[in-house]
């Protein structure tokens, strides 16, 4: 019997041995890996291969970003001359608007030579001739009675004398007020207005004879004289009884200067008065529907502002335009049919103070002020310089206002 001895590996090692040495080397192994060679990140991967990618795209296509930006610039360029084409669309078909009403005013005046008219003197050629140009033309509606109303507007917002005829020929902007004449010619009243335009000279006198009920007559013959006197881009009628700035008037219209047929106010569309007796009838209430029904939209009475066309077109065919006892809504139902811009502005019919004062304090000063109540401003003789004052934009504003 004899004892059992250890295995030996052939090379003399034992298994023991070689076991523990490949353990040994196992973690080793796993210790340099953990040491020299960190796992990434797979978003940085992600990022890594993304930059790769961007770069290979810029390698290959060297030329996108800047059709990219050719692209941008073209886009620009497109939209101005699309702006730049629109603008011009708009003069081109102002001016051959502007053309049409001259023709067909030519051709009415050249009637007129014949059966005679009450404001054209003239051939119809030559009265256009002699026209001067003016931006626009505002005509003051006054009666006989309303000689302190006159001078409380002379005190505050109208320019006098020199000054008055520097804004013509500075700003191309007339100012007149307009009135008729008397039943009676050269009587009293005649007289009275005769001296106070050689002291002021600022009367625009219209073959047309005064009375209340005649409103729509004298508005219509107003524009068609101012048509035949000035040629001027928009014609203002306004009552004796408004607070103006006149700055502010002038840079509201150049916003429209570039529109053929412009029709400027405060829109609204009150009730048609059937009853007798009240302010404001209408006789001939029937036209506009059944009882209780309310106007077409048309510009309040105590100010608006039409074109040049709108103005030759009534001065071409006053001998047909049917007036209704109100004379702003004459005026509306004249533009009926026609392609006109309506444009309500409330800029120009804000309140009394407080309400235009607030807004003038806050640097927007209303273009006309008036009380709604009064239909003007209530005692306007009383108080047309305390609104001035409260509400005025500046005695110079008016030069120092680019139009």
Known sequence: MGLSRPHKA???VSTRWVSLFCIASFFLGVLVINRFWAIPDPDKLDEEASSVEKHKSRALNPIDD?????????????LSQVSQTHDVIMTLDKTISSLEMQLAAARAAKVNDHVGSPVVTKSGSEQFKDRPKVFFVMGIITAFSSRKRRDSIRETWMPQGEELRKLEKEKGIIMRFVIGHSATPGGVLDRAVDAEEEQHKDFLRLNHIEGYHELSTKTQVYFSTAVAKWDADFYIKVDDDVHINLGMVGSTLARHRSKPRVYLGCMKSGPVLSQKGVKYHEPEYWKFGEEGNKYFRHATGQIYVISKDLATYISVNRQVLHKYA??????GSWFIGLDVEHIDD?????????????KAQAGNPCAASFDWSCSGICKSVERMEEVHQRCGE?????WHTSF
């Open 326 to 331: 109100n004379e702003d809504v004459s005026l």
């Open 346 to 358: 409330r800029s120009l019919c804000c309140g009394t103070p407080p309400d235009c004062e607030w």
């Open 66 to 78: 800047c059709e990219k930006k050719d692209s941008i610039v073209r886009t620009g360029d497109i």
């Open 10 to 12: 052939g090379n003399g």
């Open 394 to 398: 500046g005695d110079e504003a008016i």
